[in-house]
């Protein structure tokens, strides 16, 4: 086999109880499905014990490998695709989907075992990225679907969306910021700096007031802790990506249209209602319908029955927009659930189409500047 960086012929090493194809002249080793975590795990004992793992989503550095990969794989020779290891490492390997696998460049080894020596909760999330084959569970899968109570599957408790594979370009100081805003508000009203009772009267959304003040600062409070921090992780989850694709100054004004069309199509069917409204997931719901169109391939690692699932993002967008419809419709007929799903409908149906038509522009844009430096052909007198 030939080295997907220089070309060199790779030679065959025993190391550890392990045979490795290494090349000689970059040191960068190629590992076969099933391989790299074995190996790393020998390393952890010679590396030195590092702080402990901090959940931050990592930025793409400056200098980093540029995604997708343009690697050949030296057993298939099909073009690899890089992921970030374990999730939050910034160690960006190259994996053929075809064989399994896996390219590290030099020295990236030791830092996939230094990696491993700060939790060992992150083997388990090393191992499932590292994996070639998808839905590695399918059978466990199969069983959850065939007990007895199924409606389980469906509740946001058991299906827990952990991290995506979407690497961002820049640090996203709206997301942050908006963020520490809700939770700031939030401190606020637990705390009774300012009473939640006047927040509410004043602040919170009521479809009575359509037009009201209420329509924009409903979407910075929240009605309850497990309220909020569900909504800032998803908000984390998949506003930073987005920020990273419009660009600041245009992400706030995506954001803040998509919380008021979504109170207004809640409002739409509800407008005698003087039940107020807080909460910013109909904002948030907005992004994931962007996020859809952005972004369809991303991988969502979930958590469902205490084992994590590699779900493209079409697929858990699409089905979580089914949730929200059955339980609207449930909310119609009687139900009493206490949350707007209507609101997180109408967010998502605005995010997706403002990014459908944002892409198509980009699209024609760039068909049109294609065109436009196609060179022309000279007429002949």
């Known amino acids: 086999m030939d080295c997907p960086v220089c ?68 057993r298939c020779n099909v073009t690899m695709k890089q992921f970030n290891y374990a999730y939050d490492s910034n160690i960006f390997l190259d994996r053929c989907l075809q064989c399994g696998g896996v390219w590290t460049d030099a020295g990236e080894i030791q ?17 499932s990225l590292v ?17 007895p ?22 640090i996203p100081f709206v997301t942050l910021g908006l963020i ?31 037009f009201g003040i209420g329509l924009i600062t409903s979407l910075f409070l929240h009605g309850g802790w497990l309220h909020l921090v569900g909504n800032m992780f998803y908000m984390w989850l998949f506003a930073d990506n987005i920020e990273d694709r419009l660009g600041w100054f245009k992400f706030i004004f995506f954001y803040l249209a998509a919380g008021v069309c979504a109170n207004l199509f809640y409002a739409v069917y509800n407008l005698h209602s ?10 948030i719901a907005g992004v994931m319908g962007a996020y859809l169109v952005y972004f369809p391939a991303a991988r969502i ?21 089914v949730l929200q419809c059955i339980n609207g419709v449930l909310d119609a007929a009687g139900g009493t659930s206490g949350v707007a799903w209507l609101a997180h409908i109408g967010g998502f149906l605005f995010g997706l189409m403002v ?24 007429k002949q007198d």
């Open 7 to 74: 070309r060199n012929m790779l030679r065959t090493v025993k190391s550890r109880g392990f045979t490795l194809d290494v090349c000689l002249k970059c040191k960068g080793i190629w590992f076969d499905d099933g391989e790299l975590i074995g190996f790393a795990k020998t390393l952890e004992n010679e590396v030195e014990s590092v702080d402990k793992l901090t959940l931050y989503k990592p930025r793409k550095a400056v200098g980093e490998k540029e995604l997708p990969s343009v690697r050949s794989c030296p």
């Open 111 to 127: 830092r996939v075992a230094t990696h491993l020596k700060k939790d060992p909760r992150v083997q388990a999330i090393g191992e």
């Open 131 to 147: 994996k070639s084959r998808q839905f590695q569970d399918l059978d466990g899968l199969s069983e959850a679907l065939n007990s």
């Open 149 to 170: 109570m199924p409606y389980f599957f469906l509740a946001p408790r058991i299906i827990l969306p952990l991290y995506d594979d979407t690497p961002r370009q820049r």
């Open 180 to 210: 520490v805003l809700c939770t700031v508000l939030f401190s606020l009203m637990v705390f009774e700096v300012c009473s939640s009772q006047t927040c509410l009267e004043q602040f919170a959304f009521v479809p009575l007031n359509l």
């Open 274 to 283: 003087s039940t107020p409204l807080v909460g910013a997931s109909g904002a």
């Open 301 to 321: 690692k979930t958590l469902m029955f205490f084992r994590i699932f590699d779900i493209p993002a079409w697929f858990y967008l699409g089905f979580w927009m």
């Open 355 to 378: 990014a459908l038509i944002d892409k198509a522009i980009h699209e024609l844009r760039s068909r049109c500047e294609s065109d436009a430096n196609q060179p022309t052909a000279k």
